[in-house]
């Protein structure tokens, strides 16, 4: 079967480029419509360099900030309700991956009247509005994906979104907004982008071109995930970070992820734990679950990261997790009942059964 | 200042790729124009399933197969003119680089009146025709980039056309094209990709990702050239081969080509020698001029192919090439008073005068 590469996001990095490369912008519309969160991007600076580049280019905008973490369809739909009223030509996403994947199914719905079933379903009549995604955290990957993770009250779990149309025309990549997260912030997102790229190599379609960007990817996270302690974050540790978590981006646009996310996705509906957090309390015990079949693999992936082996991964991420939740028998039967019936269980290099999916949970949280 | 990475092609590889995904065709508009050479698209099966593929959909096309080697601006004009008389809405160009080349320059010429000037300016007012790339050699890597190089025999020399309008939309990689090729093509071509990685490598506007995928591509050309002696070529190592060149087009695309690029044309357009072994025969001098003040990128670079040190990476290539042309002084003087205005000799790491080329070309043709 043919392999396929495609991610036709232009990537802009480096300090201060939204501004540098305002002109990008004006090419999208008329009018802009940025989204983002109630808090962060006032305070990271990148909704004063947006909004700066827009009046430089003299393109009328509005800001829309009502995007809560893991936002509800819901909730896009009360946005994208607002982006036509408003008349906006594209969208501009600015923020952590609510922020950013609530923009991409805003400027799909603002363009398609579209139930559900439809949204999910990927095939839409006319193309989304342009996006533009502005990343305020090294974790999400979305300022490259096809997808957007909005969470399913009817399915209690998280649901995405998967189509070439919602792939952001520009991402800005600039690490100074992610200097003033806080470590706690900055950690879970790390872990989300670990986690893209170990699942990118371990994903059954992997194939040549996502397994190079996640083998950089994993050397450069394994590299800095060693480093965040506490004391201050340097610069050029703040901008590996966000180069791992884009590269890491552009392998699950290829290879999708597996069972790591799809029992993620419990905790963090269930228990509200941080998505990234959640994939890092279980990564160890699912790359046990996935070594005993595939050895190899799962060696050749650690070996990326730079740790000698799965005991030593495993006790540098115990110690940047700290303390662990308590679950319950009957959670873990529950969390594992959802999870076995995502789609990105058959795309796990060994395939689980829900009873494997328990063990993972449980023996995650001894 | 920003970095940009930018792949807007997407890329379908695997035998058989054309035939499987002939739906994508269907998408770029009613009626497809296939721009080949007269002869090999014929002998190596490419335009029996291009055509094929557009049969099945339904999709009326004309093959305009005049396309020399090294096609000049009058051609790609000619060209386009049939192109706009026939009403075609997409060009598939389908062959190695001349081809693939001619087909960017036609898409955008059938959509624009363009004088020389303009056409080299880069800036157009109507977008140019959707162009897909089926190429059939493992070499120019035009199938990612955003480049037609076109003879130009006022400037007696060739020159780029370089825009994002003239990236292909779609890319096939079929190694399948690339079996029937004799073993003298197979290296010149191997060696035309080879030179764009190690270019990229070594080029001003290199950038982290660009050397990602070119220290990929330097890798697998480096363990593929030495099996290049005449046996029967295997299939792995046809497709590797496809591979790598793709991998240093999405290299070029970033960085750029340099002095090597620049020295190589003046003997394709003076001694028709071919493109990629004109590049090969200065590679090794090339190398040594640029080291002798960047001693550890080149090291680096060689170190990628996997070969010790210059003089056996320098042996390797002799052999691929064989005899060498004779050329004279008088020769050497022109060729250097040419390169030396080529706008890659500015993204060279270290910076030529005229005489260091002529150096270069003498060296080379001991």
Same mark, same amino acid.
């Given at each position: 079967m043919a392999e396929q590469f495609f991610i036709p996001t232009k990537v802009i990095a480096g300090k201060g480029c939204i501004r540098e490369h305002a002109s990008l912008l004006a090419a999208l519309g008329a009018k802009a419509m940025v989204v983002t969160g109630c808090h962060s991007a006032l305070v990271n600076g990148s909704q004063a360099d947006i909004t700066a580049a827009l009046q430089e280019k003299r393109i009328p905008y509005f800001v829309y900030n009502r995007i809560a973490s893991n936002p509800s369809i819901a909730a896009v739909r009360e946005a994208a309700a607002v982006a036509r009223d408003e008349g906006a030509d594209f969208v501009i996403g600015c923020g952590g991956g609510s922020p950013l994947d609530a923009a991409k199914a805003i400027a799909l719905l603002a363009a398609n009247d579209l139930d559900d079933a439809e949204l999910f379903a990927g095939i839409f009549e006319n193309p989304a509005l342009p996006m533009v995604a502005v990343p305020?955290?090294?974790?999400?990957?979305?300022?490259?994906?096809?997808y957007a993770i909005l969470t399913n009250d009817r399915l209690q779990t998280k649901t995405s979104i998967a189509s070439?149309?919602?792939?952001?025309r520009l991402a800005f990549l600039d690490a100074t907004y992610t200097l003033s997260l806080p470590l706690r912030v900055t950690v879970n997102t790390a872990l989300d982008a670990l986690s893209h790229a170990l699942e990118g190599c371990l994903a059954? $379609?992997? *194939?040549a071109l996502s397994n190079l960007l996640a083998a950089e990817s994993l050397r450069i996270s394994g590299a800095c995930?060693?480093?965040?302690?506490?004391?201050e974050i340097s610069w050029t540790v703040r901008e590996q970070l966000l180069y791992a978590s884009m590269l890491a981006g552009m392998v699950i646009a290829h290879t999708g992820t597996t069972a790591l996310h799809a029992m993620g996705y419990s905790l963090t509906y269930? $228990?509200? *734990?941080?998505h990234g957090r959640a994939n890092g309390l279980l990564m160890s015990e699912y790359l046990r679950f996935v070594a005993a079949s595939c050895r190899e693999r799962v060696e050749e992936a650690l070996r990326r990261t730079g740790f000698a082996d799965l005991d030593s991964f495993q006790a540098m991420l115990k110690e940047l997790l700290g303390e662990r939740e308590w679950i319950s028998e009957a959670e873990i039967d529950r969390f594992s009942a959802i999870a076995i019936?995502?789609?990105?269980i058959g795309n796990t290099l060994r395939n689980p059964v829900q009873q494997d999916l328990a063990e993972i949970i449980r023996r995650s949280f001894i």
């Open positions: 305020t955290t090294a974790g999400t990957g979305s300022e490259v994906t096809q070439e149309a919602i792939f952001p059954k $379609r992997a *194939i995930l060693p480093l965040l302690r506490g004391e269930f $228990r509200d *734990i941080d019936r995502a789609k990105n």
